[in-house]
Structure formats: C-alpha cells, structure tokens
C-alpha cells in the first residue's frame, strides 16, 4: 500500500521569500516520487523526480527537493518565490511493483507582490 | 511535437447516454493512465495500462472502462454516466524504466452530467 500527504493546502508567500512545500509518503517499496505544478486552468507539467539517485533533486524553474528516508518526506523547496510560482503542487508517489501512482491533495501557492 | 491529445476538451452530457473520451499519445509511451480531478481531492487514478492489452483498476475505477487495443490509444468510457462523474479528466502517457518515468498529461477533459 501506498499513500501521499500534503501537510498544507495553502501557502502564502512574499515574492523573493523562500518556498516550503511539505510531502509525507508512506510506501512498502522504495519509492519513486514525484512533483508536479498545475498552472490555473492547465495541465500537469513535471518539476522534478527521484528515483534512488542523488538524493537531492533539482527540478525546473529553481525547484529543488529532497528525498529523507528516514523521515519518509520529500519537501519542494525554492529559494526565492516569483509570482510566476503561483500554482498548485502536487506530490506524488510510486511505490510498488504494479506502476500504480497516487497522487498527495495538492498545496496551492500564492505569492504576494 | 511530442504530446497527447484528449477530445473532446469539454462535454456537457445527460445521465445514462454512454459517451467515451479519446487518449491519444505519439511518444510510443507503454504505459497510459486516467486520472479525475476533484476541487480538494487532488488527483485520483482511475485505471491505467502497461501496454496493449494489458490494464488494471487505479484508485476509483468504478462507472467506468477502459480499453488498451492499440499502444498510441487509451480511451475512457463511460457506459451510463451519472452526476457524480462530473469531473476534469486527465490522461496520462509515460515510458516505463525501472520504476522511473515521468507522466505527460494531456490538456484535460471537462465533463459535466446533468
């Protein structure tokens, strides 16, 4: 079985203010994990993955995360937000054999002017 | 251009008319998937599909079918649609590499039963 929680619905940020979005999995596999942005009235676009490399990942768009076993968590971070970042993120998890995904809930971003 | 394309894009049906969304992919992708998204349950997997011939129920499969008969298509059907399916639906197309493959959405189907 696996599972994905989204710790936060809603951040608010200042722009050029650091970005934290919280990813807690749960997993019987080593996981594969995953963050997407869904602009307004968009599709899905990929930021960045991790597949049991490195286990600091860096994305597009100065996105970055990184994969804490032990703390089963996969935080998006950023260290300067632009309004462009304004968007949802999805954080999502494959963790066994059948290639099934599951999907967190969703953080939506604002960013202040 | 690689991409995958869902028509129709919006679609506005009455309570048991059968209706079917395409999923087309032109990346010789294996794997295909449907997803449906709802306003605070983020994304939810509907069923997917290894490869031709070859699928399997995601998270909330009910109400719904799909078919794998050729590996650039994977439609969705749903055979008597009722409100509760009202929803935007995604397909999804991926290579399959050990676990590792990034998903590339189609732009979305907005459907709504009445």
């Known amino acids: 079985a696996q599972s994905v929680t989204q710790l936060d619905s809603h951040v608010s940020v200042s722009e050029g203010t650091p970005v934290l979005l919280r990813c807690n999995y749960s997993?019987?596999?080593?996981?594969?994990l995953f963050w997407y942005v869904q602009h307004p009235n968009k599709g899905l676009q990929l930021l960045l993955k991790y597949t049991s490399a490195a286990t600091l990942v860096k994305g597009i768009n100065g996105f970055e995360a990184e994969f804490k076993k032990s703390e089963t968590s996969f935080h998006l971070t950023k260290p300067s937000a632009h309004m462009s970042d304004a968007a949802e993120y999805f954080c999502v998890v494959n963790g066994g054999s059948n290639y099934k995904l599951t999907f967190g809930k969703g953080t939506l971003l604002t960013v202040n002017p | 251009e690689a991409q995958v394309t869902q028509n129709p894009r919006y679609l506005i049906t009455v309570t048991g008319k059968k209706l079917t969304v395409t999923c087309s992919q032109n990346m010789n992708h294996e794997y295909m998937s449907w997803y449906r998204q709802d306003p605070g349950l983020g994304l939810r997997q509907i069923y997917y599909?290894?490869?031709?011939?070859?699928?399997d129920k995601g998270d909330v499969p009910e109400g719904y079918k799909v078919s794998r008969k050729e590996k650039r298509n994977f439609p969705l059907i749903l055979e008597s649609p009722s409100p509760n399916q009202t929803s935007l639906y995604f397909c999804a197309s991926s290579l399959v590499v050990d676990h590792s493959y990034e998903q590339y959405f189609g732009p979305g189907t907005r459907l709504t039963v009445t």
């Open positions: 997993s019987s596999y080593s996981p594969s």
């Open positions: 599909s290894m490869n031709v011939e070859v699928t």
